[in-house]
DNA sequence: TGTACCGGTGTTACACTATAACGGTTTTTT
DNA sequence: AAAAAACCGTTATAGTGTAACACCGGTACA
């Protein structure tokens, strides 16, 4: 594990991760639909979490306001391609930080001001995975999550 | 990390289990109320993982069914006590497997059988918490799941 | 003996999260 | 060009979780 200073909870140019994540859509040759840029652009504007409907309000084109389904098709896929994780506590979205070499993403998110940094863990220390698997278990997705008040917060409380 | 062979995936003598957990409210001085009880022994029965409303519904106490609100408070005290653990992926319940040591539970969980086993990790394992720490954050839950398809439920299918 | 408090319960109503299903359109493949 | 697949718009509904308020029963304490 080398991530020792969580991207989200430090600055740094945003806007490196926005073209990582751009770039990696375009190398994987994914079909960027209109809902799906949208989504993708919006939760690509901070490391913080939106939940489908936070999302679903700010979406918009040409006027038009989309139903719930528009919101979560797109979602489920920007989730599938790995553009996209979903944060299980908060039932809400957030933009991959890492979408090159996101294998094992662990994540430790703020309840208060929702940013998410999300940590790549090698899989040799996922515990988890090994014993799952030593056991016969087939492994569809693993996640882990911290949640609590960054320091930031903290500050502000 | 010591656990090799996940104990909802082996045979074992379930009613040690039960008897774990009945004594561990019972040293920490709590309140198991009927409903509690009531909640705590449905989901004993098994190491399977049950929604609140899968739960609701098979919770009745002299011919009197509940409304949600009473699970809910029911499966919110003993999640606060440590009896009972949530399944974020699932949106269910589980009862907690050691209830003596549970510090640091992650959890194995079957999309088909939705049976759960619960591995302790050493915290000197969860690099999330250390990074976490590290950068002044206050922890307040953490979470480690693995989904997938149990041993069992490949030979089914 | 009262009375003030507190945790638990019953009840209603509602908020939030997510998906099924169907039909139409566009894009890709053959 | 035809067939298949993916995408989108729309309606309706399922699933999950909570706010709020009234009531009840115990208990602490004046």
């Given at each position: ?11 740094h ?5 926005r073209a ?29 979490s ?7 309000e ?43 070499m ?10 208060t ?26 492994t ?18």
């Amino acid at each position: 594990m080398k991530n020792t200073v969580p991207l989200a909870f430090s600055d740094h140019n945003h806007e490196k991760c926005r073209a990582a994540s751009i770039n990696a859509a375009y190398r994987q040759g994914l079909r960027l639909t209109k809902w799906r840029q949208l989504v993708l652009d919006l939760l690509l504007e901070d490391h913080r979490s939106m939940g489908a409907y936070e999302i679903l309000e700010k979406l918009e084109c040409h006027g038009v306001k989309p139903q719930p389904p528009t919101a979560y098709r797109a979602l489920e896929y920007l989730v599938e391609h790995g553009l996209v994780h979903r944060i299980e506590k908060q039932n809400a979205y957030v933009a991959c930080a890492r979408p090159d070499m996101c294998r094992n993403a662990g994540f430790i998110v703020c309840k208060t001001c929702r940013k998410v940094a999300e940590i790549e863990y090698a899989s040799s220390e996922a515990d988890l995975l090994h014993i799952a698997a030593e056991s016969g278990f087939e492994t569809k997705s693993a996640i882990m999550e911290v949640e609590g008040v960054c320091a930031d917060c903290q500050k502000s409380a």
